[in-house]
């Protein structure tokens, strides 16, 4: 062994070069060819970075802080109870039930078609049913009129105004928002459609309401132009499901988150899927790189010095 190391130092493979070491270190070193301007100057934009962020979240709390509206609590829904988490379908379905009722006649659903109610609440017979209790204007026809004629899956849910102007005359000014994407539009999602549909109360001393108006705190400003729309028992569900104020608040929630999202279940489904089959093939992968570097990671490597050179 000392000959063998006698060797190799002899060879100058062990040896090192001290002169050598700072240039090596210099060369790995970021903070060297920094002057003291740019030190200073990347100190100062870090500074001014951090306490513009702090300023900006300040601002955030003291602007939410001040809000008018009061913020709705959390409630734990179905569809965001897990990471593969569906709709209850037949709380949507009465929910369906609920919009149909009491939100139709002021509030459009323009962007959801009869056909994806089929295989989500209704049946394809019943939602054939649905459509063709729908009136929809369609046209021109040989004479060059408009008539109105029976719906279609393929329709979409008629909008219970024609034209903006028609919805604010009839509502004292006040425009209906379209209920399709509501509970994606609304910070709080459907907290906050819960909370203002069972929201509703006599308004507080020093609050002053014009005509027409009611006091909600969940609405911000707290003056709202729609009245209170849900009370116990205002409709009779299918399925018998009592039919109390908060239930029926729960229901039409659900229902208008699922017309903002009706392919959630399909995606969970594919996300079920893709785990499995990924989890497969992470499995099936380690197994195999094992397999294909076991014959390198086992073998060991033997230093087999030259023969020495012979005696003259």
């Not at 802080?65 to 990471?83: Q, R």
């Not at 988490?85 to 037949?90: L, V």
């Not at 049913?129 to 204007?137: P, R, T």
Request: with cysteine.
């Amino acid at each position: 062994m000392a000959a063998s190391l006698g060797r190799l130092y002899g060879n100058r493979l062990l040896k090192l070069n001290p002169n050598s070491i700072p240039k090596q270190i210099c060369l790995y070193s970021t903070a060297q060819p920094w002057t003291k301007g740019r030190k200073a100057m990347l100190t100062s934009l870090g500074l001014l970075t951090g306490g513009a962020g702090c300023l900006l979240y300040a601002l955030e709390t003291s602007v939410r802080a001040s809000d008018l509206e009061l913020h709705p609590p959390k409630y734990p829904w179905d569809v965001t109870s897990g990471l593969i988490s569906t709709f209850d379908h037949a709380s949507v379905r009465r929910g369906y039930e609920v919009y149909k009722n009491v939100c139709a006649a002021c509030h459009s659903l323009k962007y959801v078609a009869f056909r994806e109610l089929v295989g989500q609440t209704h049946t394809e017979e019943e939602a054939k049913a649905e459509a063709e209790e729908a009136m929809i204007e369609d046209g021109p026809d040989s004479q060059g009129n408009y008539f109105k004629r029976p719906g279609k899956l393929s329709d979409y849910i008629p909008s219970p105004y024609p034209n903006e102007e028609a919805a604010r005359a009839a509502n004292n000014g006040a425009y209906p928002p379209d209920l399709t994407y509501i509970t994606m539009a609304r910070h709080g999602g459907q907290d906050y459609v819960f909370s203002l549909l069972t929201g509703y109360c006599d308004a507080p001393a020093g609050v002053t309401l014009q005509e027409g108006q009611h006091y909600n705190p969940y609405f911000p400003g707290g003056a709202i132009g729609m009245a209170q729309a849900l009370y116990n028992e205002i409709i009779e569900y299918s399925d018998g499901t009592p039919a109390t104020q908060s239930q029926l608040a729960k229901d039409v929630t659900n229902f208008l988150h699922w017309t903002g999202n009706p392919d959630h279940d399909t995606r969970m489904l594919y996300l079920l899927k893709s785990m499995i089959i990924l989890g497969v093939l992470t499995g099936w992968s380690f197994y195999w790189k094992r397999f294909k570097w076991s014959n390198l990671k086992t073998r060991k490597i033997f230093f087999k010095p030259p023969p020495p050179p012979p005696k003259v």
